[in-house]
């Protein structure tokens, strides 16, 4: 290594003399640069602390965007589904009512229809066969009284009316055997009363000594004799399944003459 000339360290010595009052200045300067480097620094942690708020603050916004609009294509969906669903009540509704029209209507029209036909059946029971007359009788009676009644429904009503009419009609079709008081213009009597249909209706005494069939014509007994009584007590037997089933003679009741015309 050289060691510098005196010539070198004499040359350098005026540079040095002229530093020497600018140091303090250079130094100041220095400190002022740090710190603007530093406040710069500073903000610019600042700014990116903000930068990165705003950026959590957008994800969190984009988010709950997603999130709503999902919840509103759901929404979307159920209010659509809820438009219909009102529609087809609305429909169903406008369908009941008319519904409810037409039932008021029928029922307007179906009530003066049971009256007259509980007035035919108490007819028909009045001029039928003299069979079960008080069953029969009551039966048209409680429906009568049916008919006021509030609490029954015109279906039941209805119902009750053709379940009378049912019940005729099976008389029709069967053959029974009861006993009942009668009264053939003498005096009441009770006796075994045998009806085979509505072809024919006939009694024995109790003491099995009298019979007699139901004219239809003449609308009164007519007394048998004892081929006939006979017959009848064997018919009798036979709807009371006390013998087997066999072949028997008896009169037929003829047309009454309403029937007849």
């Given at each position: 290594?050289?060691t510098p000339?005196l010539?070198?360290?004499l040359?350098?010595?005026?540079?040095?003399?002229?530093?020497?009052p600018?140091?303090?200045?250079?130094?100041d300067?220095l400190d002022?640069?740090?710190t603007l480097?530093?406040?710069n620094?500073?903000r610019?942690?600042?700014t990116?602390q903000k930068?990165?708020?705003?950026?959590?603050?957008t994800?969190v916004?984009?988010e709950?965007?997603?999130t709503l609009?999902r919840?509103?294509?759901?929404?979307?969906v159920?209010?659509?589904?809820?438009?219909r669903?009102?529609a087809s009540?609305d429909?169903?509704k406008s369908l009941?009512?008319?519904?409810?029209?037409?039932?008021?209507?029928?029922?307007?029209e179906i009530?003066?229809?049971m009256l007259?036909?509980?007035?035919?059946?108490?007819?028909f029971?009045?001029?039928d066969m003299?069979?079960?007359?008080e069953?029969?009788?009551?039966?048209?009676t409680?429906?009568?009284?049916?008919?006021?009644?509030a609490?029954?429904?015109?279906?039941e009503k209805y119902?009750?009316?053709?379940e009378a009419?049912?019940?005729?009609?099976?008389y029709?079709?069967?053959l029974e055997?009861?006993?009942?008081d009668?009264n053939?213009?003498k005096?009441?009597?009770?006796v075994?009363?045998?009806r085979?249909?509505?072809?024919?209706?006939?009694?024995?005494?109790?003491?099995?000594?009298?019979?007699?069939?139901w004219?239809a014509?003449r609308?009164n007994?007519?007394?048998?004799d004892a081929?006939?009584?006979?017959s009848?007590?064997?018919?009798?037997?036979?709807a009371r399944?006390?013998?087997?089933?066999?072949?028997l003679?008896?009169?037929?009741?003829?047309?009454?003459?309403d029937?007849a015309?």
């Amino acid at each position: 290594m050289k060691t510098p000339t005196l010539h070198a360290i004499l040359t350098a010595l005026p540079l040095c003399v002229l530093l020497v009052p600018a140091m303090p200045v250079m130094a100041d300067a220095l400190d002022k640069a740090i710190t603007l480097s530093d406040t710069n620094n500073s903000r610019e942690r600042d700014t990116q602390q903000k930068i990165d708020r705003l950026s959590e603050q957008t994800r969190v916004m984009l988010e709950e965007y997603l999130t709503l609009s999902r919840e509103l294509d759901s929404l979307t969906v159920y209010n659509d589904q809820l438009q219909r669903l009102v529609a087809s009540q609305d429909e169903e509704k406008s369908l009941i009512a008319q519904q409810m029209a037409d039932i008021e209507l029928t029922q307007r029209e179906i009530v003066p229809l049971m009256l007259r036909m509980i007035g035919q059946l108490d007819s028909f029971v009045t001029d039928d066969m003299p069979f079960l007359q008080e069953e029969r009788r009551q039966r048209v009676t409680l429906l009568r009284r049916l008919m006021d009644r509030a609490d029954v429904s015109v279906a039941e009503k209805y119902r009750r009316v053709l379940e009378a009419y049912q019940i005729e009609l099976d008389y029709s079709r069967t053959l029974e055997a009861y006993q009942e008081d009668i009264n053939d213009g003498k005096q009441p009597l009770t006796v075994d009363v045998l009806r085979v249909g509505r072809l024919g209706l006939y009694y024995v005494t109790l003491d099995g000594h009298e019979a007699a069939y139901w004219d239809a014509a003449r609308q009164n007994w007519t007394a048998m004799d004892a081929a006939g009584r006979l017959s009848v007590t064997r018919a009798l037997r036979i709807a009371r399944q006390q013998t087997a089933p066999q072949l028997l003679d008896l009169p037929i009741a003829a047309a009454s003459r309403d029937d007849a015309e």
